[in-house]
């Protein structure tokens, strides 16, 4: 049973940074690609970031050049950096597992198997 977690949100004023963690049990990012993924109030779920399992970041447009996804081999953790954040970031934030060894970072939440229960992150001045 693959457990993911996610960790590291919370309530921020515009233009703070957060880190958001995510691990999984029983799934070893080196081998699989993690995606994160967000939902805002009345929103439907919105890529954010992934990572394939070579290191290879993709982001959304929103986010480029503010978020950062990367990996710590020593914990098996995927971390989501985000800096200069805007209220429009405000969502809850998600981290999924590719459902397939060796894959590239996907936008499609279809294509990742196991998902976290979130955490929120909150941008308000």
């Known amino acids: 049973q693959v457990q993911v977690a996610e960790s590291g949100g919370g309530m921020v004023q515009p233009g703070a940074s957060l880190r958001l963690s995510c691990t999984a049990s029983?799934?070893?990012?080196?081998?699989?690609?993690v995606g994160w993924f967000r939902r805002a109030p009345g929103k439907e779920r919105e890529f954010v970031a992934a990572?394939?399992?070579?290191?290879?970041?993709s982001y959304r447009d929103s986010v480029k050049g503010r978020f950062t996804i990367s990996r710590d081999a020593t914990n098996n953790t995927v971390y989501l950096q985000m800096d200069y954040l805007q209220s429009e970031d405000t969502a809850m934030y998600y981290c999924?597992?590719?459902?397939?060894?060796?894959?590239?970072?996907?936008?499609?939440?279809?294509?990742?198997?196991?998902w976290g229960q979130g955490t929120q992150v909150t941008v308000s001045s």
């Open positions: 029983g799934r070893s990012f080196s081998r699989y690609a």
């Open positions: 999924a597992v590719h459902s397939l060894r060796f894959s590239s970072g996907s936008e499609s939440a279809s294509d990742y198997a196991n």
């Open positions: 990572r394939s399992w070579t290191g290879i970041g």
